[in-house]
């Protein structure tokens, strides 16, 4: 850890908070988490001991959601970041071929952007 409390790899600034935050998987089922910290690129979640989630999923706390990517996991904990738009548009273009479904690039930014104001909310 480095002299500012956070890890080299790490982005951007984190700023702790005690919120609550619903994660989704792509059936569409979720499961409570907390965010212990939170970042314009980032955030560390806290979840119950047993709780599995998935690689890739859709995090919302209240009216705000973005997609996100668990970058690593130690128990309880996990460190994910937000998923950019030009990289969900990656991943589903490429699936588009298998789900015989075609969408112009707009609508596919459109889908994959995160609503604007999160941090902002959650930090207060």
Known sequence: MSKNGTHGR????????QA????????????????????????RLMVAAETAIPRQFKIRFGEYEARGEIVWRKG?????????????????????????????IDELRSAARPRRGMLRFLLG
Request: no cysteine; aromatic share 4%.
């Open 10 to 17: 790490r982005l951007g600034h984190r700023t702790p908070t």
């Open 20 to 43: 609550r935050a619903r994660v989704y998987d792509s059936g569409g089922r979720s499961v409570e988490v907390a965010i212990k910290d939170l970042s314009s690129t980032g955030a």
């Open 76 to 104: 309880v904990d996990l460190g994910i970041r937000f998923v950019q738009p030009d990289e969900e548009e990656g991943r589903v273009r490429a699936r588009a071929p298998q789900l015989g479904k075609k969408a112009s």
